[in-house]
């Protein structure tokens, strides 16, 4: 049985192209390693970017918070979070990770609030850049460590970003996005296609013919297993709102 | 330039009730914290925190009756500790209001005060709820036609910003990142500055360009050792995890965190000068 945290990192790690700018936010263990693997495999050229500014940083102790100090290690150049919203305003940021508490079958996210925006019934911590970033962004690629009917619903409580998805990537599957709609691109070892139905709140198709996901190699799992050796990925299955 | 070093007390004291205060550092990391406790015990009341990402001040703030409003973009102590507890039950009851935002609108915001305009257009927001929750409206760019979104200006009544080296006129550097604690310091009407250390100002003379925030925007310097406890200050200290873990326990509950930052809290800080 492969972790779900693992084989979510290695299908974000495996989205991201060489050569191209990536960004992750706050809250973001998962894309944090997945950018970190991905520039240990096959995306040496990847440029890193994160909230703090720095660059290709090689942190030798990975936070929890990523939005840490420690994410400064090895960079040699500092730029602002301003730099980064620029950046990705003017069409330069080729790739940036973002969540959503819940999404919708079009890829928009809802990281505000549930149930009535005004008094709400459960005050979320809001969409951080998502709202400028969705839309600028080459391409986003949004992640849950839930896949459950309250997470990918039919309708949202509140848009709080809408625009560049391409990719979902869940503990059961991988969503792509075609014609404004996601659909299952692949599901991963070991999830009967009908439980990927079951657990999405809008409508989706799954047959036997619906791809796997490609399992983790032996490489990946090692570089994994070095970059976060106390495997601060998982801290994503224990809070996650 | 005139000598601005002033104890914790005197300077927190010119933060009038509701009015708007920017606090600098981001999440868990080099957040005003002391500063935050100076005003709990000094019994503010209806203050708007303006912050792209906030954590432990902002929840804090907003459990003590501090805040009554919040413009941010996120609130949260991400995936070590989850949703920030106070504020969201005071969004939840109605005694906080979420002013929400995109961290980029906080920044344009901030960009219109600096540059003595009313507002700043910003790119994206397509598609998201936001603009209209918020009431910010759109212009049409006069020569391509095209509409684009208007970030009202921001202009904070006080910037309270936690540095590690400050001279005793203000000249304010920071050791990494330095967030949106730069734009914070041009924008706002005052600025306050907590420091870790106290530094002579000849030695600046030989690297002015660590120097972050010049002097002469700065009203008052404070010597804050481990002024951003909780958090983490780069080059200084780590975040406090075993405490930050007691204290989102001690959030949730209303009267509990009352006891636990009696206790706790204003306990901590050395009593100023």
């Not at chain 2, 909780?230 to 200290?237: D, E, F, I, M, R």
Request: negative net charge.
């Amino acid at each position: 049985m492969i972790a779900p945290g693992t084989m979510m990192t290695v299908a974000m790690s495996r989205l991201l192209r060489d050569g191209e700018t990536a960004f992750h936010g706050v809250a973001s263990p998962m894309a944090m390693v997945a950018i970190l693997l991905a520039q240990r495999t096959h995306a040496p050229n990847l440029v890193y970017l994160n909230i703090t500014g720095s660059i290709d940083p090689h942190p030798d102790r990975l936070p929890i918070s990523t939005v840490g100090p420690e994410l400064l290690r090895g960079s040699r150049a500092l730029v602002t979070l301003a730099d980064l919203f620029d950046l990705s305003a003017r069409g330069r940021l080729d790739t940036a990770f973002l969540g959503g508490a819940q999404i919708d079958g079009q890829g928009r996210i809802n990281l505000s609030a549930i149930g009535d925006y005004a008094r709400p019934k459960v005050r979320l911590p809001g969409g951080a850049g998502s709202a400028a970033l969705m839309p600028t962004a080459g391409r986003v690629i949004l992640w849950r460590t839930k896949h459950d009917r309250r997470s990918f619903v039919e309708r949202l409580d509140f848009v709080t970003a809408a625009g560049n998805v391409d990719r979902v990537v869940t503990p059961l599957c991988v969503f792509i996005r075609r014609d404004g709609s996601l659909a299952v691109e692949s599901i991963h070892p070991g999830v009967a296609p009908e439980t990927v139905v079951a657990s999405t709140g809008f409508a989706v198709e799954t047959d036997a013919a619906t791809a796997i996901t490609e399992p983790p190699t032996e490489t990946e799992l090692r570089l994994l297993a070095e970059i976060d050796p106390n495997r601060v990925i998982d801290s994503e299955f224990r809070t996650s709102g | 330039m005139r000598d601005k070093l002033t104890s914790m007390t005197d300077a927190i004291a010119v933060v009038a009730d509701n009015q708007t205060i920017a606090l600098g550092g981001n999440t868990l990391h080099r957040g005003p914290s002391a500063a935050a406790h100076e005003l709990i015990r000094q019994g503010r009341r209806g203050l708007e925190i303006v912050k792209t990402a906030g954590a432990y001040d902002v929840d804090l703030l907003c459990g003590m009756g501090v805040a009554s409003s919040v413009s941010a973009g996120f609130i949260g102590f991400e995936t070590a500790y989850g949703l920030a507890p106070s504020y969201r039950r005071g969004v939840e009851r109605g005694t906080v209001e979420a002013r929400e935002h995109a961290c980029y609108t906080v920044i344009a915001g901030l960009r219109a005060a600096i540059q003595g305009i009313p507002f700043m257009p910003v790119a994206g927001m397509t598609g998201s709820d936001v603009p209209a929750a918020r009431g910010f409206r759109s212009v049409v760019d006069p020569y391509s036609g095209r509409s684009v979104v208007a970030a009202p200006a921001i202009m904070p009544d006080v910037a309270i910003i936690h540095v590690q080296e400050s001279d005793r006129q203000g000249n304010a550097r920071i050791i990494g990142t330095r967030f949106e604690d730069v734009l914070m310091a041009q924008a706002a009407r005052r600025v306050i500055i907590t420091a870790e250390r106290i530094v002579d100002g000849a030695t600046f003379e030989a690297m002015p360009e660590v120097v972050a925030i010049p002097g002469f925007m700065v009203e008052m310097v404070v010597e804050a050792p481990r002024g951003a406890w909780p958090c983490s200050c780069a080059g200084a200290y780590e975040q406090d995890d075993a405490f930050l873990a007691e204290y989102v326990a001690a959030s949730q509950d209303a009267d509990r965190l009352h006891a636990f930052v009696r206790d706790h809290v204003l306990t901590h800080d050395p009593v100023s000068v």
